[in-house]
């Protein structure tokens, strides 16, 4: 269930009763900012969670916008705080008892824009800010979360229009490989390949999930938008590759190497003898090797994977 926090509406029954208590009036949303520095409304927000939860039953909430408390450089009286960030971070941790009291699983999800260690203490899931049909956006963001956060990091919802093709809908998908990935399209509208493309990536994904969320994440070039990422566990090696089209491979068992360059091959490092296989975006075999020497050079376009072992 998702709530905008700190926003409550000019034809809501509640807009009257907190006159006096906002921060600011929002400007073309037809809403006010809520002052977390007076304990009525804290409590009016922790109530109104806690009773949808009891009602409904979620497996979690998004609490969004959390950025827009913001000081409005005035003290009244009623308040039981000056600053409004400690007012936050109360109303925070006031919000996380009484949800985890309900429920010691509950999911409570937040947005990159407000994301930091201070509020990673009262949730534990963080969405990629808003990026649709932005597929480097997403894959950067997501791997800036997983290298800052410990929370289960979520693939900003993935978009992609009617006339895009394979490899460009394989690109928005593979991007977000390292992240709980999110889908935002009517799948009874999808050509065939686009859902065959779906399909392919989120049975790998699910697949391979332990070694994507849980393995030992590294990148490279950070400050060239992370030219090539890899996560590995039990020896086993998913490699993305972005802007670099040399991956060594030679020291794991079992590697997957995904090509989202615009370069279609890639040069894979493995011992003799190691087999090597490529499919394209849509799961179709287009090549077969075993390694004569260390260097192979494999024909995959954008979207497609190698598979070594």
Known sequence: MWYSVPNVGHFSKNYARFQGNYLTEVAGCDCAVLDPRYPE???FLVDTYTEAVKQCRPDGLKLDFIDRFRSNGEVKEGMDLVSVEDATHLLLRQVYNALT?????????FRQP???????????????WDCPNDGMTNRVSSLNLRLTTDAEVHSDPIRWGPDETPEQTAAL???TLFSVPQISVRLAELTGEQSAVLRRYLSFWRAHRETLMRGRLTVQSPDCMFSCDAAEKDGE????CAAQYFVDVSDTLRAYVCNLTQTPRVIIKAAPGTEIRAKDCLGNPIFTNIAQCELTEVPVPVGG????K
């Open 114 to 128: 407000y994301s930091g260690p201070v509020i990673g203490a009262f949730g534990n899931l963080i969405r990629v």
């Open 101 to 109: 009291a309900l429920n010691p699983e509950m999911l409570i999800e």
């Open 173 to 175: 998908l593979w991007g």
């Open 41 to 43: 409304v804290r409590s």
């Open 237 to 240: 090696r998913i490699v993305l």
């Open 305 to 308: 994977m190698i598979e070594t």
